[in-house]
């Protein structure tokens, strides 16, 4: 079942340039960007979550944008995430080049850089880019998107266009019941439904969908879909380097956010050490979302400073007793004894990117352990990430990687 509701923009644009009276100048420049004489863009205004789950969104509507019959613009990236009013183009995050060889049959695509240059010279012929916003929301309306704004408000004509919005079942198995949330979601974004809301004289399909999208699930089942995003070769080279001098390594990652009862993580700590303690190997690559200097934040977005609590140090302060740790920082000091602790400075402007190198970093090592889910740590995307990774790499044949995934648990 879709709920939808509409309002109109506020500042509506009035002065538009019937793109149809400069028909033979626009064709010539949706040519040169598009291969055909109009283009049809699919815009990620703002795409929902944090990095691992923003980015197997992005791959949905990708996809989402082939089957339409649209062309992606690449999203910018900055702290984690992705959207088109962002600091940091695409390839900041991503091996852009490899990525979209792999997936040319799937959809065409734009980077936002062209795309921004197509705007300009529609423009300066006189054929202002028609669009409309449109809202992809799950079944509780999100907060996150309304607060939001659009940076490319006042480059197109919205004239006639109301902006929509879609709330649809947000489910991880859809069953028959729900019908074909594929369709659902092609039904939603397709030219009928644009021209059925369109209150003008037609003249084709809207040029630029803008979008904005905050559901948690995945609607399209292709497997080249699921496949990650390859992070781009600079932070692939940082990370090579930090596997190197660590080899052979253990890497642990700790969602430590909403773990409830909040007194198991002490004993998880110790469980933790006690496998760690049986491999050969001495040295540890922790990835987690607590803060390690005082009156820092959480790492993850989600962990609020006032859910941290005594057992949160505890039980890092009993990984730092008992383990040769190595974690990444930005020149930051750690409150704990030398002999415990390595520090890995990263410069960045971005401290997002701290993240995927810490990620990428564990692909590489020798052993990965993360919190059993509901006991020891909260469930991630992350962690889901690295294991993809490893299990891919075990049956590819790579035998530096021994233990793909174990988890650890309360001591038994």
Known sequence: MVKYSYSWPINEQINKTHINSNEDAYKHIDQKYCGRNKCRFLLPVVVGEQESKAQMHFRQLAFLAGKIGRTIVLPNVHHSHMGACLSHPFSF?????????STKKHFDWITMNDFQTWINERQTVGAQPTGQEIYIEG??????????????QSLFDFTNRPIVSYQLADISHPVKKDGNITQTMMTLLSDEAREYEYLGK??????????????????????AAQVPIPYSSDLVHIANEISSDLKSFTAVHWRMER???????VQCA????????KLNTSNVFLLTDYPHTAGAKPESSSFHPNQLRPAHHRAIRYLYE????????????IPYAKKNWNVVPIRTNDTSTIGIIDKLVAMKAQY????????????SSFTGTISFHRHNAVRQGDKDIIVPLETFDLPR
């Open 93 to 101: 995050y991503y091996d852009q080049k490899r990525w979209l060889k």
């Open 139 to 152: 079944s509780q309306k999100s907060g996150y998107l309304y607060k939001q704004k659009n940076c490319f």
């Open 202 to 223: 037609s003249d084709g399909p809207v040029d630029v969908i803008n979008l904005f999208y905050d559901r948690r699930f995945k609607f399209i089942n292709d497997p």
């Open 259 to 265: 773990v409830q009862p909040v007194s198991n993580l």
């Open 270 to 277: 110790q469980d933790l050490v006690q496998r760690i303690k």
């Open 322 to 333: 008992h383990l040769n740790v190595t974690l990444t920082a930005i020149d930051r000091s």
């Open 368 to 379: 990965f352990f993360a919190g059993k889910p509901g006991v020891c740590a909260k469930s």
